[in-house]
């Protein structure tokens, strides 16, 4: 199965470029985030004229959450387990069954600034992302989280960490709460497979031409549960991708793993 997550920034603005990158790439399941629209605007009949299912959640022009698969999608939740601890309708994940594998599309807040209410609210959704995981699925079991965490697992994980003293996104509170994921019996897809590689950025600022010049960050993951770690056959970052006219400022990361072993 070839899994695919991008940070599309703009569906409405991207979707031939995204249409053309899935008829080159045929992934299995693409997971997309910040799709920037409303469930009614969501633009299915494209993915559908592909071969794909498509689920999506968004409730206005911000953030939003999409899965589109050629592999089935089943048990599909738009929201935490315990919607009591909801997003504040911001549409930020989103869950379902592809192909026997459970995989959640996440668009983790920002957090702005270190010490911000946004920050703390960040620090909190990752904690419900974890309560939710532990809920409806076991570390057995095969399920992946995908998407923009909007954190740098290390300091490798920048192009130069001095230039992110006291920012968001490198911060040890935030590192902590992925590492929990990860100690609750996930692990990260590209490291497994480039455990000594740097530069493996998966975004890049539009501005300063950061993305010539290397100026990136490796914040959009692929976590998966071991069962599927002992399938991984392939994980990388389609650089390919942010470039030519108007690109997201994030590329996809691709990986796959191979079922009938």
């Known amino acids: 199965m070839k899994i695919a997550t991008w940070n599309v920034n703009s569906l409405r603005a991207r979707l031939g470029r995204v249409t053309e990158w899935i008829e080159l790439h045929q992934p299995d399941v693409l997971l997309m985030q910040e799709t920037k629209c409303k469930d009614a605007a969501f633009p299915a009949e494209a993915f559908q004229s592909l071969g794909y299912e498509t689920a999506h959640h968004g409730i206005s022009q911000w953030n939003g959450v999409a899965i589109v698969s050629r592999v089935g999608l089943t048990d599909i939740r738009s929201a935490f387990f315990d919607e009591q601890i909801d997003e504040v309708g911001e549409a930020r994940v989103i869950s379902a069954t592809c192909g026997g594998v459970r995989l959640y599309s996440v668009y983790v807040p920002n957090g702005r ?149």
Not at 125 to 150: Q, T, Y
Not at 197 to 224: N, P, Q, T, V
Request: charged fraction near 30%.
């Open 113 to 261: 600034t270190v010490g911000s209410e946004h920050y703390e609210r960040k620090l909190l959704w990752l904690d419900h992302l974890l309560a939710d995981l532990a809920a409806s699925c076991k570390p057995e079991d095969r399920v992946g989280i995908f998407g923009d965490f909007n954190v740098a697992p290390e300091d490798r994980d920048v192009w130069d960490i001095a230039q992110f003293d006291g920012a968001t996104h490198v911060t040890e509170a935030e590192r902590a709460a992925v590492t929990r994921l990860c100690e609750w019996g996930l692990r990260d897809a590209v490291r497994l497979l480039h455990p000594d590689e740097d530069a493996l950025y998966s975004w890049w600022d539009y501005r300063s031409g950061s993305f010539h010049r290397g100026w990136g960050m490796r914040i959009d993951l692929g976590l998966i549960s071991v069962p599927l770690c002992e399938r991984l056959t392939f994980a990388a970052v389609d650089r390919e991708a942010r470039r030519g006219p108007s690109p997201s400022d994030h590329a996809p990361l691709v990986i796959e793993v191979d079922l009938a072993r």
